[in-house]
């Protein structure tokens, strides 16, 4: 699904200015079902978002810890 969204991001087209280039960037991670609240997944997409963005543009990263 991430790929697909980073990949349809790429032929989105706004209005007249059609030379304006718009990319993704994704981190993904898995919920535990050892986990009550949100916050640790969150902080765990969140690095991995950093890792992608650190990567370049137009990327995805996961989180495997």
């Known amino acids: 699904?991430?790929?697909r969204l980073r990949r349809q991001t790429t032929l989105l087209k706004f209005g007249?200015?059609?030379d304006v280039k718009v990319t993704?960037?994704?981190g993904i991670t898995q919920y535990r079902d050892s986990e009550?609240?949100?916050e640790?997944?969150?902080a765990r997409a969140d690095s991995a978002l950093m890792d992608a963005k650190?990567?370049?543009r137009n990327r995805i990263a996961v989180c495997r810890a």
């Open 36 to 38: 009550i609240a949100i």
């Open 24 to 26: 993704v960037s994704i």
């Open 54 to 56: 650190r990567g370049g």
């Open 40 to 42: 640790a997944p969150l």
């Open 16 to 18: 007249a200015v059609s």
């Open 1 to 3: 699904i991430a790929d």
